[in-house]
């Protein structure tokens, strides 16, 4: 089962990402944060796939949960990153990259196309 963390403090979109993976059997949204802390906290007690964050969130940033990840010695894999958000302009695009973000996608142009990266990952791991 491929473990996925969703950081967003918006309710509609988490309920939308949720919803748009609801079919993907593969796929367990394990756990749901809204603050990068809440984020940092679960990636320090559990082992995920892959994180999908916002990059403004309601306390803290999604570039907050991505140092804390990159900063990590995990004894496994650590997970790809995925930014879906509304700032994606090239300077967040770039900071991004530079900090080893996998995928970077602009919530109102690119959403769909996020959502297939997910699923993407979850079939080819099981």
Known sequence: MYRLLLVEDSALIRD???EMLHDCNQLDIKDIATTSDEAIDLLNKRQYDMIVLDIELAKGTG????RHTRQQDY???APDIVM???HGNSYYRNLA???GVEYFFDK???FDECIDVIQQHASELN
């Open 108 to 110: 109102s142009l690119q």
């Open 84 to 86: 879906l958000t509304n």
């Open 97 to 99: 990259q530079n900090m």
């Open 63 to 66: 570039f907050d949960v991505v």
């Open 16 to 18: 939308v990402i949720v």
């Open 75 to 77: 004894p496994f894999k």
